[in-house]
């Protein structure tokens, strides 16, 4: 029986780095935090009018402060779609007490989950797993983030960066178990995160050569997502798409948000705003 190309298997929504705080905004870098509520409104309205399974946001909700969460989730509140999230480096802006509340403010299942729709696997990563600032100081993960970021330092790696991190062992055996029974249940993988994993940039985890490669030799990956480097960014491995989707928070007026429909040949991206359309062929 021949496929039907011509209907989306699901659809939906994508918005990165909101980054909201209610602070003046940082002209040099054109980062206007408190204009994100109503970029956020702006994306959400666009969303109801469309038949979406989820909106994903990739991290960064908030640019700081825990009491932030409490003026953009709200706006959240208004979709008529379940709401997804992920972890960025800023989502942990906040006083230390809160360090490990943050998913749980979010109603995330944990960090790092997955779940499918039909014959789709979503894989949610949380790139700051190990980082210098997602844990406390005495926290055995602070250390080993620093012995990482020295070593990348002292290879003079351009994503040596303190707002960059990696994954936790565990996490990363986590990773490889799902991509292996996705690969078994003969699935296909979207894999999610805040921080690119490639092309090579400032912006890409600290392991992201050791992730890309992993991800890469499984033929049910199909795709990589994420934020973090509010520029955007595109490449692919293999016949395989990594997308880095711009930042909402950059520009006083300009919104940027996407609508992705997945086809059984084919993802499309429909960028809003600032972000940019394209067609991902999906081989085989």
């Given at each position: 029986?021949?496929?039907?190309?011509?209907?989306?298997?699901?659809?939906?929504?994508?918005?990165?780095?909101?980054?909201?705080?209610?602070?003046?905004?940082?002209?040099?870098?054109?980062?206007?935090?408190?204009?994100?509520?109503?970029?956020?409104?702006?994306?959400?309205?666009?969303?109801?009018?469309?038949?979406?399974?989820?909106?994903?946001?990739?991290?960064?909700?908030?640019?700081?402060?825990?009491?932030?969460?409490?003026?953009?989730?709200?706006?959240?509140?208004?979709?008529?779609?379940?709401?997804?999230?992920?972890?960025?480096?800023?989502?942990?802006?906040?006083?230390?007490?809160?360090?490990?509340?943050?998913?749980?403010?979010?109603?995330?299942?944990?960090?790092?989950?997955?779940?499918?729709?039909?014959?789709?696997?979503?894989?949610?990563?949380?790139?700051?797993?190990?980082?210098?600032?997602?844990?406390?100081?005495?926290?055995?993960?602070?250390a080993l983030a620093t012995e990482r970021l020295s070593a990348l330092v002292a290879e003079g790696a351009i994503n040596a960066q303190t707002w960059n991190g990696?994954?936790?062992?565990?996490?990363?055996?986590?990773?490889?178990?799902?991509?292996?029974?996705?690969?078994?249940?003969?699935?296909?993988?979207?894999?999610?995160?805040?921080?690119?994993?490639?092309?090579?940039?400032?912006?890409?985890?600290?392991?992201?050569?050791?992730?890309?490669?992993?991800?890469?030799?499984?033929?049910?990956?199909?795709?990589?997502?994420?934020?973090?480097?509010?520029?955007?960014?595109?490449?692919?491995?293999?016949?395989?798409?990594?997308?880095?989707?711009?930042?909402?928070?950059?520009?006083?007026?300009?919104?940027?948000?996407?609508?992705?429909?997945?086809?059984?040949?084919?993802?499309?991206?429909?960028?809003?705003?600032?972000?940019?359309?394209r067609v991902l062929r999906i081989g085989g």
């Amino acid at each position: 029986m021949q496929k039907d190309t011509e209907t989306p298997i699901l659809r939906f929504g994508i918005v990165a780095d909101p980054q909201y705080a209610d602070i003046a905004p940082h002209e040099a870098m054109n980062r206007h935090y408190g204009r994100s509520l109503a970029k956020l409104s702006e994306a959400v309205t666009v969303f109801n009018a469309k038949e979406l399974d989820f909106v994903m946001t990739l991290g960064d909700i908030i640019d700081r402060d825990w009491k932030s969460f409490d003026d953009i989730l709200p706006v959240y509140e208004t979709s008529r779609h379940k709401t997804l999230f992920l972890l960025g480096n800023h989502d942990f802006a906040v006083a230390p007490e809160y360090l490990g509340a943050v998913s749980e403010r979010l109603g995330m299942p944990g960090r790092y989950y997955d779940f499918a729709i039909g014959n789709w696997r979503f894989v949610v990563l949380d790139g700051s797993d190990v980082s210098t600032f997602s844990a406390p100081s005495d926290d055995p993960r602070t250390a080993l983030a620093t012995e990482r970021l020295s070593a990348l330092v002292a290879e003079g790696a351009i994503n040596a960066q303190t707002w960059n991190g990696s994954l936790s062992e565990a996490q990363f055996q986590w990773l490889t178990q799902v991509m292996e029974k996705a690969q078994a249940d003969g699935e296909a993988v979207l894999v999610l995160g805040h921080y690119p994993v490639f092309p090579p940039n400032s912006h890409n985890m600290w392991d992201s050569r050791r992730i890309t490669d992993l991800l890469t030799r499984f033929s049910c990956f199909r795709g990589y997502f994420c934020g973090h480097n509010h520029e955007g960014n595109f490449g692919e491995v293999a016949g395989r798409a990594f997308v880095t989707f711009k930042g909402m928070v950059d520009t006083p007026d300009d919104n940027t948000f996407a609508i992705v429909a997945i086809f059984p040949d084919r993802i499309e991206i429909e960028g809003f705003g600032r972000e940019e359309s394209r067609v991902l062929r999906i081989g085989g």
